[in-house]
Structures are given as C-alpha cells and as structure tokens.
T-cell receptor, first 115, second 111 residues
Framework: SAVISQKPSRDICQRGTSLTIQCQVDSQVTMMFWYRQQPGQSLTLIATANQGSEATYESGFVIDKFPISRPNLTFSTLTVSNMSPEDSSIYLC????????????FGPGTRLTVL | AQSVTQLDSHVSVSEGTPVLLRCNYS??????LFWYVQHPNKGLQLLLK??????LVKGINGFEAEFKKSETSFHLTKPSAHMSDAAEYFCVVTGTDKLIFGTGTRLQVFP
C-alpha cells in the first residue's frame, strides 16, 4: 500500500470562504481521486485528478466549485470554493498504485464544517 | 451499469458471536469487489478484495467474504466479533476506472 496524508485533518470555516485541502502520497501513483462523504452518507466521487491537465469531474460537480490541481505524481489539492453549510462533509483523497489495478487506497480524510 | 446494495444499514452483535454483513452487486461484466472499513473519525481501510481468483477471499482482522456469482452476492463474515470491529463497512464494486460504493452498514458490537 502507500502512506497517504491529508491536510488539514479538520477545519471549521465561515460561509462564503474557500478551503484548500492537500493530499500527499509517499510513492508514485497512477491515479488520484477526490471523494465527498456527507454526514451519515456513503462516498461520492467528485473528480479524478489528472497530472498536468484539468481534472475529470463527475456529474453534479463543477470546476468552479471544486478546483483541483495535481502538479506531480504524488501531490494533489482540492479547493472547496464559496462554501455553504451544505458543503460540510468529509473530503477524502484516494490513489491507485502501479500494479494494483482496481484497488484504491484512501487518505484519512478532512472533516469540514461550514458555519 | 454497475451497482451495489448493502442489505442492512445496521447490524448489532454480541462480542464473540459471528458477523454477517450482506452485499449484493450488479455488473455487466466480471467485477472486482471490495470491502472497506471506516472506524469513527478515520479514513477508509481496505479489508479485502475479490478479483476473479479464489471465490473465498480472506482479509485482515479475521474477516472473509465469498463471491457467489449465481446469487450476485459478496457477503462479509467473521466467526467471532470483537469490540474493535465496531465501525462502518462499505461494499464496493468497480466501475470504469471508478469505485461504486454501497450505502454502508454500521456494525455495533455489544459486550
């Protein structure tokens, strides 16, 4: 597997502000993903973070609201923009490792509360 | 299209008794299937995965799951529950480069 870290681990933010979440992996990965887990819910894929190009967003998620960067093979950021209380969730990054085909490994998550 | 259904939103067992968490899947091709566990305030940990090798898959912490194509099921079992098993469990099927998550089963373990 891999060691995946996320910063911050949690934050409390005011409505209308933005928060950038970082995801760092200790080895090179083939793919990186961002998920949202709303309170008491399962995980929903936000987007696939592509190295050196625009992320691929799932239906219902747009770049203006969730801009994503992936400048290299081991690092990605997700920004939650113009936040509202409905954005309160856990945001998780995950990775696929070379040679591990379908398996994704998850970071510890960032717990976001928007007031 | 691929989908997964977890049949129980909550399961309660006594410590030392068997655990059964049920999962049914739908897939238009031979899928990969996973069980992940999420302990309170933690990220997701991979318990086990099925990728068309042996139909009985052994995972970490004494868990195992059996792939039954005829029943389109991938139920998770453990012979004897431990207090530390209390968590949320997710059954997952692969889509096209994506994971499709079930709605989760919360396992409670009573002493």
């Amino acid at each position: 597997s891999a060691v995946i870290s996320q910063k911050p681990s949690r934050d409390i933010c005011q409505r209308g502000t933005s928060l950038t979440i970082q995801c760092q992996v200790d080895s090179q990965v083939t793919m990186m993903f961002w998920y949202r887990q709303q309170p008491g819910q399962s995980l929903t894929l936000i987007a696939t973070a592509n190295q050196g190009s625009e992320a691929t967003y799932e239906s219902g998620f747009v770049i203006d609201k969730f801009p994503i960067s992936r400048p290299n093979l081991t690092f990605s950021t997700l920004t939650v923009s113009n936040m509202s209380p409905e954005d309160s969730s856990i945001y998780l990054c995950s990775v696929k490792l070379a040679g591990h085909t379908d398996t994704q490994y998850f970071g510890p998550g960032t717990r976001l509360t928007v007031l | 299209a691929q989908s997964v259904t977890q049949l129980d939103s909550h399961v309660s067992v006594s410590e030392g008794t068997p655990v059964l968490l049920r999962c049914n899947y739908s897939s238009s091709y031979s899928p990969s299937l996973f069980w992940y566990v999420q302990h309170p305030n933690k990220g997701l940990q991979l318990l086990l995965k099925y990728t068309s090798a042996a139909t009985l898959v052994k995972g970490i912490n004494g868990f195992e799951a059996e792939f039954k194509k005829s029943e389109t099921s991938f139920h998770l079992t453990k012979p004897s529950a431990h207090m530390s098993d209390a968590a949320e469990y997710f059954c997952v099927v692969t889509g096209t480069d994506k994971l499709i998550f079930g709605t989760g089963t919360r396992l409670q373990v009573f002493p």
